[in-house]
């Protein structure tokens, strides 16, 4: 007998290696395993995943094809091209291996790896895209010809502030670009990117239609397969068994002795770096600000000490905590936090809706300049940190979101939205329609 919204079959999930990917792809592999589907996740050897977090998961471990010495030393757009298309090979021959064992239901993998489609075709597989950052972005990436069309790009200076006719409220200055350099690298991965999700069978996003209607309409016309909007994610799992780096656990005592809503957690994510600079006026702008805040310094070692301004020292010891990787999700649910200062990577954002945490935006480059537009423009749950990263701005931002009316209503907002992201879960809610319509397609794929 067939149980409505459960299936078998077995799928193989093929995650990109950086956190920001990993993390959804796990939450949407167990996902997939509580609705009945036997799950393996292949994985690179570069980041691998914890499989005995996952004791209902099936691991297999496929060598990167790098050496470590040459993915450190190479910038963001050589690391992603060496992530992208070296695993391609021994990825090829898991698969081809693993359809010799017995019948595939399908194959899910990152929306970045641009060979997988091909690979499938050709081994008459159906694969599914997981797009893990947000509809708009996908959206965005989609109309990079459009863009480029219009004039767009390559980004003029004297164009950063012009709003873009076709994709409001985004400005010319949230056009994804990576640092100074990549344009002509960006067009050719976001092109192959785009390619490879409209040939493939369908893309699996993590976001609900609550905040982003509008965005999946346009998709759904821009790509024309079938779009399947079923996060967050991760509000379905308990927190952080996917975080490839030990969190700080002493942070949630630390937050316990705070009072509601009094402390500011600052978290850039996984891969921005901040300068030595951004450093001292963060630090200089916390100490003026008066809040309680924790602050996670990603390069950790005692190296963040020396780069702190010396004044700065007895403010950490009276009202700060630095740790080097905090279990976020855990931190974003406590009630002493009261606002996330954050590069808006899509999961970081994600989390800050969904616990009802308002924003300062600090976005570094690709999605990030979108996700900060929506927190700030759309969903108004934000300030951002347009000007310099400077600590006079910084004070004035913490002020506003802590002290002034307008934080309070954006307080107010983002707790709507809180609630709105847990109702799309419940039965009847949007995401998890969609995710009942994504199981009858793969049980439609097993006969
Ligand atoms: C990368 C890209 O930079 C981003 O633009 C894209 O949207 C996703 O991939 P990343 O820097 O990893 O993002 O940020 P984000 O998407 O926010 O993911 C970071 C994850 O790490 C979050 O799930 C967050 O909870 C977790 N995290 C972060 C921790 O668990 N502890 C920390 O201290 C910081």
């Not at 996908?138 to 219009?150: G, H, I, R, V």
């Not at 002493?336 to 994600?350: E, P, R």
């Not at 800050?352 to 300049?369: A, K, N, Y």
């Not at 979108?370 to 004070?395: C, P, Q, S």
Request: glycine share 8%.
């Amino acid at each position: 007998m067939t149980v409505p919204g459960r299936s078998t079959g077995r799928i193989i999930l093929f995650p990109l290696p950086l956190q920001g990917h990993v993390s959804p792809m796990l939450q949407l592999a167990q996902l997939l395993r509580s609705r009945g589907f036997a799950v393996t996740v292949v994985h690179s050897t570069f980041n691998p995943p914890n499989p005995s977090n996952y004791p209902d998961l099936e691991f297999h471990s496929i060598p990167c094809g790098f050496h470590d010495s040459e993915i450190a030393s190479a910038d963001l757009i050589l690391r992603m091209n060496l992530l992208i298309t070296r695993c391609e090979g021994p990825f090829t021959t898991f698969l081809e291996e693993s359809l010799r064992n017995g019948p595939l239901t399908c194959l899910v993998t990152d929306s970045w790896y641009i060979f997988a489609q091909e690979v499938a075709n050709k081994l008459g597989v159906t694969r599914l895209v997981l797009r893990t950052g947000s509809a708009t972005s996908l959206s965005l990436f989609a109309d990079f010809p459009l863009l480029f069309e219009k004039g767009y790009y390559p980004i003029q200076g004297s164009r950063l502030e012009e709003e873009i006719i076709e994709f409001p409220p985004l400005k010319v200055k949230d056009l994804p670009a990576i640092g100074s350099q990549g344009l002509d690298e960006i067009p050719v991965m976001v092109g192959g990117m785009v390619s490879n999700s409209r040939n493939s069978s369908g893309v699996i996003i993590n976001t609900f239609d609550d905040i982003e209607s509008e965005s999946l309409s346009k998709l759904r016309e821009q790509l024309r397969i079938p779009v399947f909007p079923i996060g967050p994610f991760h509000k379905c799992f308990p927190a952080s068994s996917s975080s490839l780096l030990t969190a700080d656990g002493g942070c949630i005592s630390w937050l316990d002795g705070k009072p509601p809503q009094s402390v500011i957690y600052i978290s850039f994510g996984s891969i921005a770096a901040v300068t030595d600079e951004q450093i001292q006026e963060i630090a200089l702008g916390l100490a003026s600000s008066n809040c309680f805040f924790l602050w996670v310094i990603r390069e950790g070692g005692s190296g963040w000490l020396d780069q702190l301004p010396a004044e700065f020292l007895p403010v950490l010891e009276q009202r700060g905590k630095i740790v080097n990787w905090a279990p976020q999700q855990e931190v974003l649910v406590h009630p002493a936090v009261g606002a996330f200062w954050t590069h808006n990577g899509w999961n970081s954002t994600l989390e800050s809706l969904c616990e009802g945490v308002p924003m300062i935006c600090m976005p570094f480059f690709t999605d990030q300049t979108v996700n900060a537009r929506y927190v700030t423009n759309v969903w108004k749950v934000g300030v951002h940190l347009e000007n310099k990263i400077e600590r006079g701005n910084i004070e004035m931002a913490i002020k506003q979101l802590f002290k002034d009316h307008e934080g309070k209503q954006m307080r107010d907002r983002v707790t709507e939205l809180k609630e709105k992201a847990a109702s799309c879960l419940q039965q009847g809610g949007s995401s998890h329609e969609s995710l009942n319509e994504l199981v009858d397609y793969f049980s439609s794929l097993n006969h």
